[in-house]
């Protein structure tokens, strides 16, 4: 990260020192700027060139907004956003020195060939900061994948709801098989509770015929004594 973010402000030290140098001395810009604009009116259907005044007032707010993007690049305030901006801005300039013919760059002067390989590498160098996404995935693979975690999502969910059905089923159904064996422990608690009673009765009349019979001979024998006795 500070590798980065000091690549970027040594990076940005051309377009802030060219864009200020266009900003304070207009002069010496609006002559590449009229040559420029006459070369390509033919072709690109420009309107006439305009006049000294508002030659210096593009050379200015060119200037001005190269060194605005510059400092913003050095700040890290939105530095790809910022270098795109410098990408644009350079490639006036690319234009500007870039040779009619592939043969006139052999006839350039020295210094216009330098002006020329300085602001395409520059231009290369600004698209390259543009794209760099400082080891953060790009917005297409963060697309995908935010597709992928969405659908993982949503089969999660589904199987939660799923696995929540399933608990809700075997809770219902085990309720529903606790109350049946209750209450088929009531009925046969209740068959035994019956059975017992009778077997109860049934003991109770049976002592009491034992004891009506023991009854009686006790009072057969109470009699034999008796007779026996008279």
């Known amino acids: 990260m500070v590798v980065r973010r000091v690549a970027r402000s040594l990076f940005a030290t051309w377009f802030a020192v060219e864009g200020w140098s266009a900003l304070r001395h207009p002069a010496s810009h609006t002559a590449k700027v009229r040559s420029t604009w006459a070369r390509l009116a033919g072709r690109a259907g420009l309107p006439p060139v305009p006049d000294e005044k508002r030659l210096r007032l593009i050379a200015r707010a060119h200037g001005g907004a190269m060194t605005t993007a510059a400092v913003l690049l050095v700040a890290g305030k939105a530095p790809r956003t910022c270098a795109l901006t410098l990408a644009g801005l350079t490639a006036p300039l690319a234009v500007a020195y870039a040779p009619t013919s592939p043969g006139a760059l052999r006839s350039m002067p020295a210094e216009e060939r330098e002006h020329l390989v300085r602001a395409v590498s520059m231009l290369g160098g600004a698209l390259l900061a543009g794209i760099d996404h400082e080891g953060r995935p790009s917005m297409a693979w963060r697309v995908e994948h935010a597709r992928v975690d969405r659908a993982l ?7 939660a709801a799923t696995a929540r059905r ?23 608690a209740g ?10 009765r049934a003991a109770a009349r049976a002592a009491r015929s034992e004891a009506r019979v023991a009854a009686a001979r006790a009072s057969a024998l109470a009699a034999q004594a008796r007779s026996r006795a008279s």
């Open 153 to 159: 999502q949503r089969e999660m969910q589904h199987g």
């Open 166 to 188: 399933t608990v809700e089923h075997a809770t219902a159904t085990t309720r529903r098989q606790a109350r049946v064996a209750a209450r088929a422990a009531r009925q046969e």
């Open 191 to 200: 068959l035994l509770a019956r059975d017992a009673a009778r077997r109860s």
